[in-house]
């Protein structure tokens, strides 16, 4: 196992994120290859939110390890770089190195997906939703940047729990907090007083909501509720979230299945959308063959046009 972060060595920066950075690292004894994300100066007390986060962070990736839809944490530290800065108190996460990155890298350099690729997509994180889901979990904040992709094994899978909760330990006053990006989230968490009276499954409908916004993106390759050259203001965000039609329009050349498939993800009213068991049966993820081909097709072909 790995004991201390001084077995592994930094060769380049994969990613940074409020208050985090995530390295491609190797261990040297074995030359595996690990993705290492380190909370930084997790020790300061000042910062209480901060920390709580952190910790809810680690509680749940050690809870959610035995499903090939989450991306493996093999184990997680709470000490400084020993050489470095000589920061003391970051929290650090030993985790599988995904190959190709995030589905906003890949996004970023080849715009638009095939229907089959975001099948296979669409059933990867349906699959990963569904354990989470299961244990309770929601994760929060789904979208491009969490979701990363394994070329050599065609996987998809979920990552980053920096704003998951377990829904039947929440306190109280973690409610109102909205960790997850705003451009993704569902109506009713627009509504903080809905919001706390329906959280419970409200929570996990609100997951379904952002696949729904993320499937959708790799179709038309921008973020699908704000149109080209319109301002991505605020006001413009939520009519598109709280009132506008937002399939139909951007998905006028997609095959059925597809647009019924984000119809029943970006169904406003929580209560009536569609929730996993239903949509892991749906004729879009459902009815292809090999589903692992769907994301292998990424790999291997990149772009529709
Ligand atoms: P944050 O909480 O800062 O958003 P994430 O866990 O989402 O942190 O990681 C930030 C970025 O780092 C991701 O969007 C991705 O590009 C990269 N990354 C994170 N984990 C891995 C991993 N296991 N393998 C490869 N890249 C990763
Ligand atoms: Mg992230």
Redesign the pocket.
């Known amino acids: 196992g790995i004991n201390s972060l001084s077995d592994l060595k930094k060769l380049e920066i994969?990613?940074?994120?409020?208050?985090?950075?995530?390295y491609?690292v190797c261990h040297e004894q074995t030359g595996m290859i690990?993705?290492l994300?380190v909370?930084h100066e997790f020790g300061n007390l000042e910062d209480v939110e901060y920390q709580r986060q952190a910790m809810s962070?680690a509680d749940i990736f050690t809870r959610v390890d035995t499903s090939e839809y989450i991306?493996r944490c093999f184990c997680v530290l709470d000490c400084g770089f020993a050489e470095g800065k000589g920061r003391r108190g970051d929290l650090c996460?030993v985790?599988?190195?995904?190959?190709m990155?995030?589905l906003?890298?890949i996004l970023r350099k080849n715009k638009k997906l095939s229907e089959n690729v975001i099948s296979g997509i669409a059933r990867n994180v349906l699959k990963g939703l569904q354990y989470l889901h299961g244990m309770q979990i929601v994760h929060g904040?789904i979208k491009p940047?969490?979701l990363?992709v394994n070329g050599t094994k065609g996987e998809v899978k979920l990552?980053?729990?920096?704003?998951s909760r377990v829904v039947i330990n929440r306190n109280q006053d973690g409610t109102n907090s909205c960790m997850g990006t705003c451009a993704y989230m569902s109506p009713e968490r627009m509504d903080p007083e809905k919001w706390n009276k329906d959280l419970c499954s409200g929570g996990f409908a609100g997951d379904i909501w952002s696949l729904g916004l993320v499937v959708m993106e790799c179709y038309v390759g921008r973020f699908p509720l704000i149109q080209p050259g319109q301002k991505p203001d605020w006001v413009t965000l939520m009519c598109a979230i709280c009132y506008e039609e937002n399939v139909k329009p951007v998905l006028r050349m997609a095959s059925v299945e597809f647009q019924s498939f984000c119809q029943r993800c970006l169904e406003r009213d929580w209560k009536m959308r569609g929730t996993v068991e239903e949509l892991l049966s749906h004729p879009f993820v459902n009815n292809r063959s090999d589903q692992s081909n769907g994301v292998m097709e990424l790999v291997t072909q990149d772009s529709r046009d």
Request: glycine share 18%; no cysteine; charged share 25%.
């Open positions: 994969l990613g940074h994120g409020h208050g985090g950075t995530v491609k690990y993705a994300k909370l962070e991306v996460f985790m599988e190195y995904m190959d990155g995030s906003h890298d904040d940047s969490n990363l990552a980053d729990f920096g704003a």
